[in-house]
């Protein structure tokens, strides 16, 4: 079906639903509970008859009994806006199997299940560069289940690459869905400016927010030793390193404590945070972890 | 503190060489990542465009310079004034004798002893000062006095081991005499203690030190080897072999006899441990040539596996009787086996052509030049008698003496002798209460036996005695049949009557310029090594066997004590008992240090 993901992953992940905690306050109308009232069949209260009500949403029986009139009220179905910030920076182009592409994948598969369940997908690729900005308003809005092939073309034909301020490309985002729903972010979170700033600011937007940080195994596990200047991929800073087999396990504990700290701010905001190896099988990702992480079920 | 040689304070000169390489900065392989942030503990730097960069803390320059000033400071050889004590005089005995050619240790006895020997140099210091004796059949001096290790190691790496029998002796006493009235003196003897000579010796206060080398083993050795005539079967000769066996196993092996080339006889040999067994081999007389006897066993010590023995000449013995008229003494000299006899009433000749001339009661007008037998002369050359003594009762005799060889004095009884004084080298051989009755010496290569009294005045013709006693006299006054000696003795022999220079070829194929005394006799005392000796004076040669042909060498169980006289013991040290010095040790920690420095320095790039 796509290269992106195996169709047998595909099935699967047909039978997920995405879990939202909260109602949608999305204005257009879906298949999720919003905590506005309108037409369903999901019954929500009474109200008493104010003159000019529709007279066909009056409930006779009660008129029978009491003798009042009582509008009889439904809930409203909206659909969830599913926004999926997707790191593209060239940071996510490093690694044997690049954390970029893993990233499209799982934002092709949370697409992919958003789609399924009726809800509205954006994915948005931060920094944008400018031969992908008509890529990136395809990504935008995309809706139902038949649009999902455009869906994961569109996502397949993104590029890593620049320099991004992470912070401000959230905060940018947060602004421009102002209707909270649901967010992914897919990064390596390795932004020297921080990411809290950018992560709160969803955050105040009530997003629900998944973090998925994704590290290639050069990055947990480097094999370059010795006297070593290390470049940035993104500013081209060069640094002077010695480094020997036996700081290793500094180092690794210098990225645990990384991610540890990720993780520690996001549980205390009520985010939830997944940590991938991009060479790690996706579907022990998308299948188990974000299971049983909450992300859909 | 000073310093012997300041000049090499200029090495601190390499000092800010050492400290530019680190201000010099190290190239550096680029590696893209794709964020620093990671990295961030583990950066050393900021980047700088300049090749140089700021010196920092570093361990490594630290140790380095610390090293070099070290070595520096080592290199100005620093010393502190102070009052140096006076250094010991050490008196180093090295046994170079046969045994210590066995294999028993590895290399050899020899080999270990100098090892041990080689340690005792090192350990020694700068004040003390030492002497290297080598002490094999003789005693030699072959490091005078010195502080110097160099000249004592040189000397030490050129001693071989000798063929000779131990003689630690002559050794010991010249230790004695060297460290006498010396405060710090120490003796230290590196042997295996088969010497067995020292029961004579009285420790008294030398410091001797024992270092005993070897262990023993299992050695079957040649102890005697000669060549007599074949005492049943006149046109054969006979070789007498033993073989020794030193060790506590019961050994076997085969022996076989050589003459030249051509192989004698091979026999098995069994020898109980700790036991000889004779051999006796019989060869017809031939030409002249040397026997060669082999053992063929692979032993700890192969010295003695060997031994040689010339051939006999076919040649009689001629003797000259001047006598007026005694059965006795005539009828016992041609009893004697190939010895031809001439009898005379008087010596016409001081020279006659004969190998030794009996005077029996005759005083020639000119003594005769060669070797004599007198009997009852009234006056020699060499003393005067000063009177007659009646009925001389014989009290002692030596039979140790090859003269008096299984001769018996217990029955013989003498009416009346001459009494004399006799000069330093004759030495008495049968002795009454007042004077010496048989007397025998050698002077100037001239041999004499003088018997005092007439034998027709005693019973001594009637005894078995003295007819022994008369064939033992022609062959002691027959030097020139004696080809064989043992190493280490001297090897004289009369070669003529003038000066001759002489060119002896040793065993191992050198040879030796010398020549013979006045009077014609040749002595050659460098018989160290075992084997065929030839003398080439003239036209003529002549050869010689030196054989070792000794029971204390061949057994090798190396002692672990040695008795000195009646009461001293010294007990074997097993190890060198020095005071070492220590800088080594500290060079090698430094050169551990230095290397442990270079791993460091990979650990952390590696």
Redesign the interface.
């Given at each position: 079906m796509t290269a992106l993901i195996s169709p047998e992953l595909l099935n699967r992940l047909e039978q997920l639903q995405l879990l939202a905690r909260r109602r949608s306050k999305s204005t257009a109308k879906g298949e999720r509970r919003s905590g506005a009232q309108g037409q369903s069949v999901e019954f929500a209260d009474y109200r008493n008859y104010v003159p000019g009500d529709d007279l066909r949403r009056i409930d006779w029986n009660i008129y029978g009994r009491l003798d009042r009139l009582f509008l009889k009220l439904y809930e409203e179905e909206r659909e969830l806006p599913v926004t999926i910030f997707l790191d593209a920076s060239e940071?996510?182009s490093?690694?044997q199997m690049p954390?970029f592409d893993f990233g499209r994948q799982v934002a092709a598969a949370v697409g992919y299940v958003a789609l399924c369940g009726f809800d509205r997908v954006t994915v948005e690729p931060f920094p944008l560069g400018d031969d992908q900005a008509a890529l990136a308003g395809e990504l935008r809005w995309v809706r139902g289940r038949r649009s999902s092939f455009r869906f994961f073309e569109n996502l397949a034909r993104l590029k890593a690459g620049g320099v991004v301020d992470f912070n401000q490309a959230l905060r940018r985002g947060a602004m421009k869905h102002r209707s909270p729903g649901v967010s992914i972010v897919l990064s390596?979170f390795?932004?020297?400016a921080g990411y809290e700033e950018g992560l709160k600011s969803l955050a105040h937007r009530g997003s629900e927010i998944h973090a998925v940080q994704i590290l290639?195994p050069?990055?947990l596990e480097p094999t370059?030793?010795?006297?070593?200047?290390?470049?940035?991929?993104?500013?081209g800073?060069?640094?002077?390193?010695?480094?020997?087999?036996?700081?290793l396990k500094?180092?690794r504990d210098?990225?645990q404590n990384?991610c540890q700290r990720l993780q520690e701010f996001c549980r205390a905001r009520g985010m939830r945070y997944e940590l991938a190896r991009s060479d790690m099988v996706i579907d022990d990702l998308l299948l188990k972890a974000m299971r049983t992480g909450g992300m859909w079920r | 503190m000073n310093f012997l040689t300041p000049e090499s304070l200029a090495f601190a000169a390499t000092l800010p060489v050492v400290v530019i390489f680190y201000l010099l900065k190290r190239r550096r392989v680029a590696r893209l990542v794709s964020s620093t942030i990671l990295w961030q503990r583990f950066l050393n730097e900021t980047q700088a465009s300049s090749p140089f960069q700021k010196l920092r803390h570093n361990w490594l320059l630290i140790i380095q310079l610390i090293l070099l000033v070290l070595a520096v400071f080592a290199l100005t050889r620093p010393y502190f004034a102070g009052k140096l004590e006076g250094g010991r005089f050490i008196v180093a005995i090295l046994d170079v004798s046969a045994s210590m050619q066995a294999t028993d240790v590895s290399p050899s006895r020899l080999g270990q002893a100098k090892a041990a020997l080689a340690k005792l140099i090192d350990s020694m210091y700068d004040n003390d000062r030492m002497v290297l004796l080598l002490a094999g059949a003789v005693t030699e001096v072959r490091q005078s006095p010195t502080s110097s290790k160099p000249a004592l190691r040189s000397a030490l790496g050129q001693v071989r081991a000798t063929d000779s029998p131990t003689r630690l002796l002559d050794a010991i006493k010249l230790a004695q005499n060297l460290t006498r009235n010396r405060v710090k003196a120490e003796v230290h003897l590196f042997s295996d203690g088969a010497s067995p000579d020292l029961d004579d010796f009285e420790l008294q206060d030398l410091d001797l030190a024992y270092h005993r080398v070897g262990e023993g083993g299992d050695n079957l050795g040649i102890v005697s080897l000669e060549v007599r005539p074949h005492p049943e079967q006149p046109g054969q000769q006979a070789v007498f072999a033993t073989v020794a066996n030193a060790s506590t196993n019961p050994l076997v092996s085969d022996v076989s006899l050589f003459f030249g080339e051509r192989l004698v006889g091979n026999r098995r040999v069994s020898v109980s441990a700790t036991n000889t067994a004779s051999l006796v081999f019989v060869a017809s007389y031939g030409t002249n040539g040397v026997f060669r006897l082999l053992l063929k066993n692979n032993d700890a010590l192969a010295v003695d596996n060997t031994a040689t023995a010339l051939s006999l000449a076919r040649r009689d013995t001629q003797a000259l009787l001047v006598t007026k008229g005694n059965q006795f003494l005539e009828r016992a000299l041609r009893s004697v086996p190939k010895l031809n006899l001439a009898v005379a009433p008087n010596l016409a000749d001081p020279a006659p052509p004969v190998d030794f001339v009996v005077l029996d009661g005759v005083a020639p007008t000119t003594w005769p030049s060669g070797n004599v037998l007198a009997i009852h002369t009234q006056s020699t050359n060499w003393f005067r008698p000063s009177g007659p003594i009646d009925g001389p009762l014989i009290v002692d005799w030596k039979s140790s003496h090859p003269l008096l060889r299984y001769v018996n004095f217990d029955n013989v009884q003498v009416a009346k002798s001459l009494a004399a004084k006799l000069p330093a080298w004759f030495a008495p051989l049968v002795e009454s209460p007042s004077a010496p009755l048989v007397a025998a010496g050698e002077n100037d290569g001239q041999r004499a036996v003088w018997i005092g009294f007439n034998p027709l005045d005693s019973t001594w013709p009637l005894r078995v005695s003295f007819p022994i006693f008369v064939a033992n006299a022609a062959a002691w006054l027959n030097p020139a049949a004696r080809t064989g000696i043992l190493v280490g003795e001297p090897f004289h022999v009369r070669l003529g009557n003038t000066e001759t220079p002489v060119t002896i070829q040793l065993p191992d194929g050198s040879t030796r310029e010398t020549k013979t005394t006045a009077s014609g006799e040749l002595v050659f005392g460098e018989t160290g090594q075992q084997g065929v000796y030839t003398a080439s004076f003239g036209t003529n040669t002549l050869r010689f066997c030196v054989n070792l042909l000794d029971r204390d060498e061949s057994r090798i169980r190396s002692r672990e004590s040695l008795q000195m006289g009646e009461y001293g013991t010294v007990e074997a040290s097993v190890a060198v008992s020095a005071d070492k010095e220590a800088w080594r040790w500290f060079a090698m920690l430094c050169l551990v240090f230095v290397l442990f420095e270079w791993w460091f320095y990979h650990r952390r790039t590696a």
């Amino acid at each position: 079906m796509t290269a992106l993901i195996s169709p047998e992953l595909l099935n699967r992940l047909e039978q997920l639903q995405l879990l939202a905690r909260r109602r949608s306050k999305s204005t257009a109308k879906g298949e999720r509970r919003s905590g506005a009232q309108g037409q369903s069949v999901e019954f929500a209260d009474y109200r008493n008859y104010v003159p000019g009500d529709d007279l066909r949403r009056i409930d006779w029986n009660i008129y029978g009994r009491l003798d009042r009139l009582f509008l009889k009220l439904y809930e409203e179905e909206r659909e969830l806006p599913v926004t999926i910030f997707l790191d593209a920076s060239e940071s996510m182009s490093f690694g044997q199997m690049p954390k970029f592409d893993f990233g499209r994948q799982v934002a092709a598969a949370v697409g992919y299940v958003a789609l399924c369940g009726f809800d509205r997908v954006t994915v948005e690729p931060f920094p944008l560069g400018d031969d992908q900005a008509a890529l990136a308003g395809e990504l935008r809005w995309v809706r139902g289940r038949r649009s999902s092939f455009r869906f994961f073309e569109n996502l397949a034909r993104l590029k890593a690459g620049g320099v991004v301020d992470f912070n401000q490309a959230l905060r940018r985002g947060a602004m421009k869905h102002r209707s909270p729903g649901v967010s992914i972010v897919l990064s390596d979170f390795l932004d020297p400016a921080g990411y809290e700033e950018g992560l709160k600011s969803l955050a105040h937007r009530g997003s629900e927010i998944h973090a998925v940080q994704i590290l290639s195994p050069e990055e947990l596990e480097p094999t370059a030793y010795g006297d070593l200047k290390v470049i940035d991929s993104e500013s081209g800073a060069e640094q002077e390193v010695t480094f020997g087999k036996y700081r290793l396990k500094a180092y690794r504990d210098t990225v645990q404590n990384y991610c540890q700290r990720l993780q520690e701010f996001c549980r205390a905001r009520g985010m939830r945070y997944e940590l991938a190896r991009s060479d790690m099988v996706i579907d022990d990702l998308l299948l188990k972890a974000m299971r049983t992480g909450g992300m859909w079920r | 503190m000073n310093f012997l040689t300041p000049e090499s304070l200029a090495f601190a000169a390499t000092l800010p060489v050492v400290v530019i390489f680190y201000l010099l900065k190290r190239r550096r392989v680029a590696r893209l990542v794709s964020s620093t942030i990671l990295w961030q503990r583990f950066l050393n730097e900021t980047q700088a465009s300049s090749p140089f960069q700021k010196l920092r803390h570093n361990w490594l320059l630290i140790i380095q310079l610390i090293l070099l000033v070290l070595a520096v400071f080592a290199l100005t050889r620093p010393y502190f004034a102070g009052k140096l004590e006076g250094g010991r005089f050490i008196v180093a005995i090295l046994d170079v004798s046969a045994s210590m050619q066995a294999t028993d240790v590895s290399p050899s006895r020899l080999g270990q002893a100098k090892a041990a020997l080689a340690k005792l140099i090192d350990s020694m210091y700068d004040n003390d000062r030492m002497v290297l004796l080598l002490a094999g059949a003789v005693t030699e001096v072959r490091q005078s006095p010195t502080s110097s290790k160099p000249a004592l190691r040189s000397a030490l790496g050129q001693v071989r081991a000798t063929d000779s029998p131990t003689r630690l002796l002559d050794a010991i006493k010249l230790a004695q005499n060297l460290t006498r009235n010396r405060v710090k003196a120490e003796v230290h003897l590196f042997s295996d203690g088969a010497s067995p000579d020292l029961d004579d010796f009285e420790l008294q206060d030398l410091d001797l030190a024992y270092h005993r080398v070897g262990e023993g083993g299992d050695n079957l050795g040649i102890v005697s080897l000669e060549v007599r005539p074949h005492p049943e079967q006149p046109g054969q000769q006979a070789v007498f072999a033993t073989v020794a066996n030193a060790s506590t196993n019961p050994l076997v092996s085969d022996v076989s006899l050589f003459f030249g080339e051509r192989l004698v006889g091979n026999r098995r040999v069994s020898v109980s441990a700790t036991n000889t067994a004779s051999l006796v081999f019989v060869a017809s007389y031939g030409t002249n040539g040397v026997f060669r006897l082999l053992l063929k066993n692979n032993d700890a010590l192969a010295v003695d596996n060997t031994a040689t023995a010339l051939s006999l000449a076919r040649r009689d013995t001629q003797a000259l009787l001047v006598t007026k008229g005694n059965q006795f003494l005539e009828r016992a000299l041609r009893s004697v086996p190939k010895l031809n006899l001439a009898v005379a009433p008087n010596l016409a000749d001081p020279a006659p052509p004969v190998d030794f001339v009996v005077l029996d009661g005759v005083a020639p007008t000119t003594w005769p030049s060669g070797n004599v037998l007198a009997i009852h002369t009234q006056s020699t050359n060499w003393f005067r008698p000063s009177g007659p003594i009646d009925g001389p009762l014989i009290v002692d005799w030596k039979s140790s003496h090859p003269l008096l060889r299984y001769v018996n004095f217990d029955n013989v009884q003498v009416a009346k002798s001459l009494a004399a004084k006799l000069p330093a080298w004759f030495a008495p051989l049968v002795e009454s209460p007042s004077a010496p009755l048989v007397a025998a010496g050698e002077n100037d290569g001239q041999r004499a036996v003088w018997i005092g009294f007439n034998p027709l005045d005693s019973t001594w013709p009637l005894r078995v005695s003295f007819p022994i006693f008369v064939a033992n006299a022609a062959a002691w006054l027959n030097p020139a049949a004696r080809t064989g000696i043992l190493v280490g003795e001297p090897f004289h022999v009369r070669l003529g009557n003038t000066e001759t220079p002489v060119t002896i070829q040793l065993p191992d194929g050198s040879t030796r310029e010398t020549k013979t005394t006045a009077s014609g006799e040749l002595v050659f005392g460098e018989t160290g090594q075992q084997g065929v000796y030839t003398a080439s004076f003239g036209t003529n040669t002549l050869r010689f066997c030196v054989n070792l042909l000794d029971r204390d060498e061949s057994r090798i169980r190396s002692r672990e004590s040695l008795q000195m006289g009646e009461y001293g013991t010294v007990e074997a040290s097993v190890a060198v008992s020095a005071d070492k010095e220590a800088w080594r040790w500290f060079a090698m920690l430094c050169l551990v240090f230095v290397l442990f420095e270079w791993w460091f320095y990979h650990r952390r790039t590696a």
